[in-house]
Structures are given as C-alpha cells and as structure tokens.
Antibody, heavy 112, light 112 residues
C-alpha cells in the first residue's frame, strides 16, 4: 500500500522559504509522478507541480519563479521549496501521487 | 490555464437522496493520447482528498458504485445515488490533461 507523509515547519516568516518533505513508503518514486498540491482557507485548491520518475519537473506557471521540487531516491523522498513566501501562501500542503494517493497534509502559516 | 466551472457550490441533501454535480471546462480535456483526464475527488471533514473517479467514468479502488461519472470533451457530471452519511464533505473536479492541472471551486455536500 502506498503511503505518503508530509513533514516540515508549520510556521514560516514572510520573505523566507518554505521547505517540506514527503516521505513515501510502499512505492518507489523512480516510478510515476509525484506532486505537491495546496488547499487554501476556504475550498480553493491549487496544483503546484510535480517531479517525474526520471527527475524531470513541471511547475505551475503562477509559481515558477519561486518553486523547486527535488528528490532523494535513496530515501524515497521528494521535497518542496517555495521561496519569498507571503501571507497568501498560508495553506494546507499535500504531497500526492496525483490524484490517486495523498498524504495527510501539513498546515503551513506564513506570519511574522 | 483551463478554467473548471463547478456547480452548485453547495448541496443540502437527505440520506438516500440522489444528487448530481456539474463541472464544465474552458477547453476540451481530451489529451493528445486520446484519453480524458478528468477526476473527481472527495474531501471528508478533517481528512485528505480521496480519488473517487478517474478518466471521467472509472471508479477508484474501494469506491462504492453509488458514485458514477459521465461526460466528454468539456462537460462532466458526478452522480451520487442514495447518499449516505459518509458521503458528506467537499467534492472537487480536477483536470490533469493540461498543465497546470486545475480544480473546480468545490461543492460542499451537507445533510438536510
């Protein structure tokens, strides 16, 4: 059974970087596509990007200058870095083998 | 970006009632590979999203056959026959044909 688990700080200061880790068990990240999605207060959801089985990436153009998704295949983990955050980046962040398998989500608040 | 227009924003239903949710896209969702990557997700309160339907009409694993998806090109519908208490939550359509993947605004299903 595929399981995904997000981890990272729940509070980030404005202008700093948000960094999250997704740990995957039960499936190798060298297969398929692995992404990050966020849900804002209310119901709005946004696809942020993915890293593929080969390590190639695709990002939402709305974030392209600020986002990076990388991986460590030896640990079966992939990572999200979002730079220059503002209060508008406050959201619950999910990692997923989109759209089939999801992590439980981590709430991140951007506040000074 | 493909705009996903989802209606209604909320539904108040009685247990055992049947309901439908509509999702219309601003562009055809037929991929160059011939498949249509339109999914339906359910997020129960306090939980991560769960995939119900993929590629318009395919039931996800473990999803009851009370759920069904229909549609083509730009017009899609999720039907829930005989709503049960476990069906309450927020439903989203999401297209994964065009990058960036985009979500409908959500339909909140509540008990009458």
């Amino acid at each position: 059974e595929v399981q995904l688990q997000e981890s990272g700080p729940g509070l980030v200061k404005p202008s700093q970087s948000l960094s999250l880790t997704c740990s995957v068990t039960g499936y190798s990240i060298t297969s398929n596509y692995w992404g990050w999605i966020r849900k804002f207060p209310g119901n709005k959801m946004e696809w942020m990007g993915y890293i593929s089985y080969s390590g190639s990436t695709s990002y939402n153009p709305s974030l392209k200058s600020r986002i990076s998704i990388t991986r460590d295949t030896s640990k079966n983990q992939f990572f999200l870095q979002l730079n220059s955050v503002t209060t508008e980046d406050t959201a619950t962040y999910y990692c997923a083998r989109f759209p089939k398998n999801w992590g439980q989500g981590v709430m991140v608040t951007v506040s000074s | 970006d493909v705009v996903m227009t989802q209606t209604p924003p909320s539904l108040s239903v009685a247990i055992g009632q049947s309901v439908s949710i509509s999702c219309k896209s601003s562009q055809s969702l037929v991929h160059s590979d011939g498949k249509t990557y339109l999914n339906w997700l359910l997020q129960n309160p306090g939980q991560s999203p769960k995939r119900l339907i993929y590629q318009v009409s395919n039931l996800g694993s473990g999803v009851p056959d009370r759920f069904s998806g229909t549609g083509s090109e730009k017009d899609f519908t999720l039907k829930i026959s005989r709503v049960e208490a476990e069906d309450l939550g927020v439903y989203h359509c999401v297209q994964a044909t065009h990058v960036p993947y985009t979500f409908g605004a959500g339909t909140k299903l509540e008990l009458k």
